[in-house]
């Protein structure tokens, strides 16, 4: 795992077609807002969300 400490309004390039931007950082809650830019075509995802596609095709391939 890589581990980079940005500020508000920096960024993190990822390949060529991703840029990550930290908009706001909450300290109060624990919270960071984050900003994405990449081609319509690039799936993002919330980590819980992409877990719960994982499981729910793991589900329908045990169904088959």
Do not use: C, H
Not at 7 to 12: R, S
Not at 16 to 41: H, W
Not at 47 to 54: H, L, M, R, V
């Amino acid at each position: 795992m890589l581990v980079l400490q940005r500020y508000v309004k920096e960024g993190v390039r990822v390949g060529d077609d991703l840029l990550v931007t930290v908009l706001e950082i909450n300290a109060e809650e624990g919270s960071v807002r984050l900003g994405f830019l990449a081609p319509d075509s690039t799936r993002i995802l919330r980590e819980e969300i992409w877990n719960k596609n994982q499981v729910e095709k793991a589900d329908a391939t045990d169904k088959t």
